[in-house]
């Protein structure tokens, strides 16, 4: 019994001998640069000069500041309009991929999750050149619907434009995640409801949902912390105009720290940015370890 033991314990300590450049990887490019930028809240820096010591100043600024806010609010009507068209859309193409009655399912599938692939940034150049108003996007409206849409100039459209973007850009790498969620339902539970009678609409919302609970709980909250950290789209497309109405809080970190040069404020912005991702983080660990029960 010791020396099985003795030998597990030392599987145990190989195994952090083989994680170690994995740890040491993420201590350097990720945990050291959050306690950098949370000792860097306090601090007056415009990277020339010496870092001036303000206590809670920038803190009590944040709090005060309606740009700040503005932002914020602009970034979660991003996230939440955008995570319910991705996995709605996302969903209805796993589910359309999964009958029997579509052709040249490989093909379909290749189209969708071709933009997943692509630049980010060559992505939004191309769309930033279709939204003007000689582009395909604005052509085709006035000519189905005889009205031209300002996309980037209207600030009221100017963020669904930014939204349509990333929809587009994304919905096919969910759309594989819920193909392999469906892939793992026994087709002996669909059988079965067939010959109880059970429709289409019977076996989706009595079989098909009810067995990926988990995987739409995974694609929900990891789209919802991918989204909320989107930055290039508004980067490349509108700078977060038209009067900062795709100002999301990644951009306006950005430009506070380079544009400027305000560090200390911009990494007290990013300490709100890193909590809200962190709270998205606790619940899909805990979604993880339910699952795992």
Not at 133 to 147: E, M, N, P
Not at 177 to 193: K, N, R, T, V, W
Not at 245 to 254: K, P, Q, V
Request: proline share 3%; hydrophobic share 55%; glycine share 6%.
């Amino acid at each position: 019994m010791r020396k099985a033991s003795y030998s597990v314990t030392r599987i145990q300590r190989h195994g952090y001998v083989f994680i170690l450049p994995t740890l040491i990887f993420f201590s350097v490019f990720l945990i050291y640069p959050i306690i950098s930028a949370m000792k860097l809240s306090f601090f007056e820096w415009n990277l020339l000069g010496p870092k001036i010591f303000v206590g809670l100043k920038n803190y009590k600024k944040l709090i005060a500041d309606t740009r700040v806010l503005n932002s914020y609010w602009r970034t979660l009507h991003f996230t939440v309009v955008s995570v319910i068209a991705i996995n709605i859309l996302a969903f209805t193409f796993a589910i359309m991929f999964s009958s029997t009655l579509i052709t040249f399912k490989n093909i379909w599938q290749s189209f969708i999750f071709l933009p997943v692939i692509l630049s980010m940034v060559a992505v939004g150049v191309v769309w930033e050149y279709m939204y003007q108003t000689t582009g395909l996007i604005t052509i085709i409206g006035r000519k189905l619907f005889g009205v031209t849409i300002r996309w980037l100039t209207d600030t009221h459209v100017a963020p669904y434009a930014m939204i349509i973007v990333y929809v587009w850009k994304t919905t096919g790498y969910y759309m594989v995640i819920y193909i392999a969620g469906l892939l793992d339902i026994p087709q002996s539970l669909y059988e079965a409801a067939r010959i109880d009678g059970a429709g289409f609409w019977g076996r989706l919302f009595y079989i098909t949902i009810p067995s990926l609970v988990n995987t739409i709980s995974l694609a929900v909250i990891s789209c919802m912390i991918f989204t909320f950290g989107q930055f290039p789209i508004q980067y490349v497309i509108t700078k977060g105009g038209p009067s900062r109405s795709t100002e999301i809080l990644a951009l306006l970190i950005f430009k506070q720290a380079f544009e400027f040069n305000k560090y200390g404020y911009g990494a007290v912005i990013s300490v709100l940015f890193f909590l809200t991702l962190f709270f998205f983080a606790v619940i899909q660990l805990k979604i993880f370890k339910s699952s795992a029960r």
